[in-house]
């Protein structure tokens, strides 16, 4: 049993906010993309696509003239770590558990080595199936912060991605009581 679903996040305020603002259907996409990584990577997909689903709500408003700047976007990037911090707080004040919570933000953390000098990182495989699911999504140019999605097509694809979850769930239960 999950503590919060993706809904419950999504209609979090905070979350409307700052996920709407780095774009809702990106947002739901890398969640979808994390959902079919985590089986392959064994990675529990309620804290994949939680993650997923919240990897850039640290996105600043890097706009000029009413549009988003990538280029200055890509110069002063620290949105991984403003979105760790601000996707903890958050779900620690939806009741999720909070080893999972740190988990996720810390996931949120290491999605992009933008903002870290060169080099690589090592990830666990939580970590790398948010990364990998983000540049699956990404486009050029940023292009794929600017998709947009009505709120009504938002919450049944974030309720199917739940019910997905749920049934994961569901079968690991089953798998365990059967072994």
């Given at each position: 049993m999950r503590n919060i679903s993706l809904l419950d996040l999504y209609n979090h305020p905070h979350v409307q906010k700052y996920v709407k603002r780095s774009g809702m259907v990106h947002a739901i996409s890398?969640?979808?993309?994390?959902?079919?990584l985590s089986q392959k990577y064994g990675v529990d997909p309620d804290l994949a696509t939680k993650a997923a689903f919240l990897h850039d709500i640290g996105h600043y408003t890097w706009y000029k003239n009413g549009h988003w700047d990538y280029d200055m976007y890509k110069e002063n990037d620290i949105h991984a770590i403003k979105g760790a911090e601000r996707a903890h707080r958050i779900l620690v004040s939806l009741g999720e558990d909070r080893k999972n919570a740190k988990e996720i933000a810390l996931a949120i953390l290491l999605h992009t080595d933008s903002y870290?000098?060169?080099?690589s990182l090592n990830l666990n495989p939580l970590q790398k199936v948010?990364?990998?699911s983000d540049e699956a999504d990404e486009e050029?140019?940023?292009?794929?912060?600017?998709?947009?999605?009505?709120?009504?097509?938002?919450?049944?694809m974030i309720k199917k991605l739940d019910e997905m979850v749920d049934e994961y769930h569901e079968e690991e239960k089953v798998k365990h009581s059967v072994s």
């Open positions: 890398t969640a979808y993309h994390a959902y079919r870290l000098p060169a080099g948010v990364a990998l050029p140019g940023g292009n794929h912060h600017y998709r947009t999605i009505s709120d009504m097509k938002a919450i049944t």
